[in-house]
């Protein structure tokens, strides 16, 4: 089992910045990727980012340019940097680690929320 805890989370005004980061504990070996996921209010849960161990990342399309995700394998910890934050960023954030298709695991969310 891997257990993962994030911190971070918070509220912001438009335009700011939040950094949220993830720490994974327990069976770590073997995670190909992690990543962040979020879900507002009555939407479905989607991808974030994710970044991989050998460093590959993907960002969903909403925060391009905006948002930067990096890892430090030495402290099984996912950083998500969050500039330029936008009230549809509002959301509950997940923390994903993954080692296949079948075998992943989730933190509990952190609620970030944008508004003035």
């Known amino acids: 089992q891997v257990q993962l805890v994030e911190s971070g989370g918070g509220l912001v005004q438009p335009g700011g910045s939040l950094r949220l980061s993830c720490a994974a504990s327990?069976?770590?070996?073997?995670?190909?990727?992690m990543g962040w996921y979020r879900q507002a209010p009555g939407e479905q849960r989607e991808l974030v980012a994710y970044?991989?161990?050998?460093?590959?990342?993907k960002y969903a399309d909403s925060v391009k340019g905006r948002f930067a995700i990096s890892r430090d394998n030495g402290k099984n910890t996912v950083n998500l940097q969050m500039n330029s934050l936008k009230p549809e960023d509002t959301a509950i954030y997940y923390c994903?680690?993954?080692?296949?298709?079948?075998?992943?695991?989730w933190g509990q969310g952190t609620q970030v929320t944008v508004s003035s």
């Open positions: 994903n680690a993954e080692k296949t298709p079948l075998i992943d695991y």
């Open positions: 970044i991989t161990s050998g460093g590959n990342t």
């Open positions: 327990g069976s770590i070996f073997n995670i190909y990727r």
